[in-house]
């Protein structure tokens, strides 16, 4: 850790790949940090968590919840960093990153969220981690 960088909160949980672990992961998570005093702060944080977890529970788990996916969030001083891992297989990011979503589709909207929303995003190699800053 940088010398003055101090976490001010932290939320970590290991979750089975259910929507309802999920859905609870994110209350917790709107009790902590909804109250947080910048503007647009609570409403980008719980949808960068929330889609970053569907994402991995959805696509990455298919929703088994004999498998797991890790997320913690740790609050700083004006930046909020994400980190999801899955056991899924991954995907291919680096293809999908630049594809606007299909507006007839119920689904793929992540990464278009992630680009609009986040600071900055990085995927690991696999495509099955993934960390999200964003700056207030």
Aim: a positive charge; hydrophobic letters at 40%.
């Amino acid at each position: 850790m940088r010398p003055g960088y101090r976490i001010v909160c932290e939320l970590k949980a290991t979750l089975p790949a259910t929507l309802e672990a999920l859905e609870a992961y994110v209350e917790e998570f709107r009790s902590v940090y909804g109250h947080w005093r910048h503007s647009t702060a609570p409403f980008a944080a719980e949808l960068l968590v929330r889609e970053a977890l569907v994402n991995a529970v959805e696509h990455g788990c298919h929703r088994e919840p004999g498998r797991s996916v890790r997320c913690t969030a740790r609050l700083h001083a004006r930046r909020l960093t994400i980190s999801v891992v899955d056991e899924g297989q991954g995907f291919d990011w680096r293809a999908q990153w630049c594809r606007p979503p299909n507006p007839l589709a119920a689904s793929g909207r992540g990464l278009a969220i992630f680009r609009q929303w986040a600071t900055w995003v990085r995927f690991n190699q696999k495509g099955n981690s993934v960390t999200i800053l964003r700056r207030f």
